[in-house]
């Protein structure tokens, strides 16, 4: 971290093993409901180019739970439909008193030129294909909630890895701690070059394959609209990588099932597996919360 990013999180992959398990160890100890106000005085602006349920109502419920005031700014609405660019879009936050910066964005290192050019920490909330931290960090935790270890856990990745960047920031952290991660989808989802994300990652083109005896089964979403412009048709899609309850018990028995969400029902997993009890969906989506505290605590210097 150089001194013009202190205290940002940008992504996962220069990160330690040490640093990722101390944002988990501080996010334990968070409490949404009995939280002590740590960052009262302190402003959060939320900055989303991008639409987001989960990310911005989290890192928002995080930050006044803490006891900082929140700011959200979206890009439909504000003076970046009249062509701001992103750096005077930043200057102008930091001008009216942001002391940290939550920033979702369609471009891969939006958020690194935030916090190359504003004196604050920031956060990247989503960069284009590139990472999703903060999901990885709650997806890690979420894991850990069930599991005594990463280590050698088997994990199953199914779905549209290329375009995603929440796979990309968790191929990254399970990678660190020795999980076996196998990727599976279709070549234009998933192509051969997603091996060179990490060392040992496993690629395969039938669900059947990849879920089997598997620890972890994450489920991506897939869009309808990129699956036009494939040679896989939409039913194909379905019948080879759609998580089913049958594809899913091939999993271990004490298996969980992730989706980062949104999750389209009927196309990347049935409704049956989005509600079974092996989902952890929910689960992941309230760990959210705990996880984003400690981020924006950390980031001001006031985890502790
Ligand atoms: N997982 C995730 O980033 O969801 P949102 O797009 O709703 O924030």
Same mark, same amino acid.
Do not use: W
């Given at each position: 971290?150089? *001194?013009?990013?202190?205290? &940002?999180?940008?992504?996962?992959?220069?990160?330690?093993?040490?640093?990722?398990?101390? #944002? #988990?160890?501080?996010?334990?100890?968070?409490?949404?409901?009995?939280?002590?106000?740590?960052?009262?005085?302190?402003?959060?602006?939320?900055?989303?180019? @991008?639409?987001?349920?989960?990310?911005?109502? &989290?890192?928002?419920?995080?930050?006044?739970?803490?006891?900082?005031?929140?700011?959200?700014?979206?890009?439909?609405?504000?003076?970046?439909? *009249?062509? @701001?660019?992103?750096?005077?879009? $930043?200057?102008?936050?930091?001008?009216?008193?942001?002391?940290?910066?939550?920033?979702? =964005?369609?471009?891969?290192?939006?958020?690194?030129?935030?916090?190359?050019?504003?004196?604050?920490?920031?956060?990247?909330? $989503?960069?284009?294909?590139?990472?999703?931290?903060?999901?990885?960090?709650?997806?890690?935790?979420?894991?850990?909630?069930?599991?005594?270890?990463?280590?050698?856990?088997?994990?199953?990745?199914?779905?549209?890895?290329?375009? &995603?960047?929440?796979?990309?920031?968790?191929? =990254?952290?399970?990678?660190?701690?020795?999980?076996?991660?196998?990727?599976?989808?279709?070549?234009?989802?998933?192509?051969?070059?997603? %091996?060179?994300?990490?060392?040992?990652?496993?690629?395969?083109?039938?669900?059947?394959?990849?879920? =089997?005896?598997?620890?972890? !089964?994450?489920?991506?979403? !897939?869009?309808?609209?990129?699956?036009?412009?494939? *040679?896989?048709?939409?039913?194909?899609?379905? %019948?080879?990588?759609?998580?089913?309850?049958?594809? #899913?018990?091939?999993?271990?028995?004490?298996?969980?099932?992730?989706?980062?969400?949104?999750?389209?029902?009927? #196309?990347?997993?049935? &409704? @049956?597996?989005?509600?079974?009890?092996?989902?952890?969906?929910?689960?992941?989506?309230?760990?959210?919360?705990? !996880?984003?505290? %400690?981020?924006?605590?950390?980031?001001?210097?006031?985890?502790?």
């Amino acid at each position: 971290m150089t *001194k013009a990013t202190r205290g &940002s999180l940008l992504s996962i992959e220069p990160l330690g093993a040490a640093e990722i398990l101390g #944002l #988990l160890s501080i996010a334990r100890r968070m409490n949404p409901l009995k939280a002590r106000p740590l960052l009262r005085g302190r402003r959060v602006l939320l900055l989303f180019y @991008e639409p987001s349920t989960r990310t911005r109502s &989290s890192f928002e419920i995080a930050a006044q739970s803490l006891g900082a005031m929140t700011t959200l700014v979206l890009s439909s609405g504000s003076s970046i439909e *009249k062509g @701001e660019s992103l750096l005077d879009t $930043g200057y102008t936050l930091r001008a009216v008193g942001a002391d940290v910066l939550v920033i979702r =964005h369609p471009h891969a290192g939006a958020p690194l030129l935030m916090a190359k050019h504003l004196d604050i920490p920031v956060i990247n909330a $989503g960069d284009g294909m590139h990472e999703h931290p903060s999901q990885a960090l709650l997806d890690a935790y979420t894991i850990l909630q069930h599991k005594k270890t990463l280590k050698g856990l088997q994990v199953a990745i199914v779905g549209d890895i290329y375009h &995603s960047r929440v796979a990309r920031s968790a191929i =990254h952290l399970l990678s660190k701690f020795g999980a076996r991660i196998t990727l599976c989808g279709p070549p234009e989802l998933v192509p051969e070059l997603a %091996a060179n994300l990490a060392s040992g990652l496993q690629i395969t083109r039938t669900a059947e394959e990849a879920v =089997h005896g598997a620890d972890v !089964v994450t489920v991506l979403r !897939v869009q309808k609209e990129r699956l036009a412009g494939m *040679k896989i048709s939409l039913q194909d899609y379905i %019948a080879r990588y759609q998580i089913t309850i049958a594809r #899913l018990k091939l999993a271990k028995r004490d298996a969980i099932l992730m989706h980062p969400g949104p999750i389209i029902r009927g #196309l990347e997993l049935t &409704s @049956e597996v989005a509600d079974c009890p092996q989902s952890a969906i929910v689960e992941e989506v309230r760990n959210g919360v705990p !996880v984003r505290m %400690a981020i924006l605590a950390k980031a001001l210097g006031k985890a502790g």
